[in-house]
Antibody, heavy 115, light 112 residues
Framework: EVQLVVSGGGLVQPGGSLRLSCVASGFSFSRFWMSWARQAPGKGLECVADIKEDGSQTYYVDSVKGRFTISRDNGKNSLYLQMNSLRVEDTAIYYC????????WGQGTLVTVSS | DVLMTQSPLYLPVILGQPASISCRSTRGLVFSDGGTYLSWFHQRPGHSPRRLIYEVSKRDSGVPDRFSGSGSGSDFTLQISRVEAEDVGVYYCMQGTHWPYTFGPGTTVDIK
């Protein structure tokens, strides 16, 4: 069974940084694009970043460009999201997801940006 | 960015009766490879979303056949032939053709 286990969320002050990690199992990780998506409390869904199978291509939604970095380690079946210069509006549940167009969602982790 | 709209935003349904949700995009969703990347997701409170339908009308493994998707271009529909209690929650459409991929605002399905 596909599993995507996320860690690294928490409370951070505006301007701070966090790194989210996602460990994948149950499928051949290196053969899939991977994604991070988020959901602000009580709100809808937003794709944040995508990364190609080999990490050679990445895409970001405009609101996080220059602040967030998606990366992966295929040897460790792991996906990462480095979040810098965090803003209050980045507060959300962050999901790790399989495939750029998302066919499977992991459990989310709450990131709260607040002073 | 491609804006996705859904209607209705709230849908009270009677168990055993059909339900239908509309999704429209501000751009056509046919990709350069000829595919139309429109998906439907279901999210129950406190849970991660689950994909039900991909490429407009293809049902994911394990999804009951009471769920069906249709449409083309920029106009799409999710239909539930006979609503069951487990179908309550929020339904989102998502376009995966133009980056950034975008979601509709969600339709809340509840039992009347």
């Amino acid at each position: 069974e596909v599993q995507l286990v996320v860690s690294g969320g928490g409370l951070v002050q505006p301007g701070g940084s966090l790194r989210l990690s996602c460990v994948a199992s149950g499928f051949s990780f290196s053969r899939f694009w991977m994604s991070w998506a988020r959901q602000a409390p009580g709100k809808g869904l937003e794709c944040v970043a995508d990364i190609k199978e080999d990490g050679s291509q990445t895409y970001y939604v405009d609101s996080v460009k220059g602040r967030f970095t998606i990366s992966r380690d295929n040897g460790k079946n792991s996906l990462y999201l480095q979040m810098n210069s965090l803003r209050v509006e980045d507060t959300a549940i962050y999901y790790c997801a399989r495939d750029g167009r998302i066919d499977w969602w992991g459990q989310g982790t709450l990131v709260t940006v607040s002073s | 960015d491609v804006l996705m709209t859904q209607s209705p935003l709230y849908l009270p349904v009677i168990l055993g009766q059909p339900a239908s949700i509309s999704c429209r995009s501000t751009r056509g969703l046919v990709f350069s490879d000829g595919g139309t990347y429109l998906s439907w997701f279901h999210q129950r409170p406190g849970h991660s979303p689950r994909r039900l339908i991909y490429e407009v009308s293809k049902r994911d493994s394990g999804v009951p056949d009471r769920f069906s998707g249709s449409g083309s271009g920029s106009d799409f529909t999710l239909q539930i032939s006979r609503v069951e209690a487990e179908d309550v929650g929020v339904y989102y459409c998502m376009q995966g053709t133009h980056w950034p991929y975008t979601f509709g605002p969600g339709t809340t399905v509840d039992i009347k």
